[in-house]
């Protein structure tokens, strides 16, 4: 397997021009995810970004975050903590609210998810703006856990969301400048 050509991952990427709305480029990841070997690609490559920083688990933003997230913690043999929209968890929870570019969204997580001293690991599909990632990591920060890395497979570099993350490192596979 070594002597395997690496896979491009950004060739598997498909970009849907004015979606969700007019002016707006998707980079949409279900051509990589209907690929196993890029797939497993990826995967592997967060794990290898991620392992170094020994997170005791991942967590993983609601939806896509959730497909990645959970692959890298099985992958590295960790838990893997759901960050999901509000009223969609069992449990008593902690909810964080974030700016949008019009108006404010809400995501939650539950209160016993980590306990303070965990070492984390977040994991989403892409980071844009950073709003809902900063959101993440602000929530897993008041349950006292220590937030090592924020990983994505994408990011649209130019919408500048590192900012957002505060000192949290950021892993990233593919830019978008």
Not at 45 to 52: G, T, V
Request: hydrophobic share 50%.
């Amino acid at each position: 397997m070594s002597d395997a050509k690496p896979i491009d991952l950004r060739a598997l990427i498909r970009d849907i021009p004015d979606f969700p709305k007019p002016g707006i480029l998707f980079r949409d990841v279900a051509p990589l995810l209907g690929n196993g070997p890029g797939f497993r690609a990826c995967i592997r490559q967060l794990c290898e970004r991620l392992a170094p920083l020994r997170p005791q688990v991942i967590a993983g933003i609601e939806s896509r975050g959730f497909i990645f997230g959970a692959a890298v913690a099985a992958e590295l043999g960790i838990g893997f903590v759901p960050i999901r929209k509000p009223g969609k968890l069992p449990w008593k929870t902690r909810k964080e609210s974030y700016a949008l570019e019009y108006g404010t969204d809400a995501i939650e997580v539950h209160e016993d998810a980590v306990v303070p001293g965990t070492r984390v690991a977040l994991v989403d599909d892409l980071l844009a703006t950073g709003g809902t990632a900063g959101a993440a990591i602000k929530l897993l920060q008041v349950l006292g856990a220590d937030v090592v890395a924020a990983a994505f497979v994408i990011e649209l570099a130019f919408l500048q969301g590192r900012a957002r993350l505060g000192s949290v490192p950021c892993q990233v596979l593919i830019a978008y400048e």
